[in-house]
């Protein structure tokens, strides 16, 4: 089944305590992206990766950190988490062959800093 | 810089009727255009892919339609159910960005 996978589903953890939530796909997208989701604000890019060794900041990067070392997967790592961080994250997969560059998304990743 | 806005930003109506959500975004410069729906706290499902040169795809009781020239896209459901309740959000994927920009949703509950 052609899917994303993240881990953590949920994850409360204290300020300042590095953690990483990481987001694996199976079907060989070469684009991957992570996105959160705040009441009001909607959703909004993090960080995405167009392929292998090759990432760039989405909208709101700061404070996040990621690395794509093999193309299946992506991890976000929160080096110093802040309470400003408590959000619900995703994590999605697409490819520009076949033109259709529809997104695929993770379950998401629940984080509370507290 | 692309923005997408749905109004109205909830919406109550009876079961079995037939309902239109809206989508408007500013750059119509766009790949495609994607609805999803959200359960509350849940994940992101989608439900329909519209790429640029297309002015509507079907499934099942939903259609969506593209107006690229005029930045707008509706969500159509028909014969509504209970079951249909949730956030509906549509997004773009904009020329020269690899990400979707996101419209803050639209919270449909159908009342049986």
């Known amino acids: 089944e052609a899917q994303v996978t993240q881990n953590p589903r949920y994850l409360i953890t204290v300020t300042g305590k590095k953690l990483t939530v990481t987001c694996s796909q199976n079907?060989?997208?070469?684009?991957m992206s992570w996105y959160r989701q705040d009441p009001g604000l909607g959703l909004r890019q993090i960080y995405y990766s167009m392929n292998v060794e090759v990432t760039d900041k989405g909208d709101v990067p700061e404070g996040y950190k990621v690395s794509r070392k093999e193309k299946r997967n992506f991890p976000l790592i929160l080096e110093s988490p802040s309470p400003n961080q408590t959000s619900l994250y995703f994590c999605a997969s697409h490819t520009r062959n076949g033109g259709l560059n529809e997104q695929f998304f993770g379950p998401g990743t629940r984080l509370t800093v507290l | 810089k692309q923005e997408v806005t749905q109004i109205p930003a909830a919406l109550s109506v009876p079961e079995g009727e037939n309902l239109v959500l809206n989508c408007s975004f500013t750059d119509s410069a766009i790949y495609n255009l994607q609805w999803f729906r959200q359960d509350p706290g849940k994940g992101l499902t989608s439900l329909l892919l519209?790429?640029?040169?297309?002015r509507e795809q079907t499934s099942g009781r939903l259609n969506a339609s593209l107006d690229k020239s005029s930045g707008r896209s509706t969500l159509y459901i028909a014969a509504s159910q209970p079951g249909d309740s949730a956030t509906y959000l549509c997004?773009?994927?904009?020329?020269?960005?690899?990400?979707?920009?996101f419209g803050t949703g639209t919270r449909l509950t159908i009342i049986p």
């Open positions: 079907m060989n997208h070469e684009y």
């Open positions: 519209i790429q640029s040169s297309q």
């Open positions: 997004a773009v994927i904009t020329f020269g960005n690899e990400k979707l920009t």
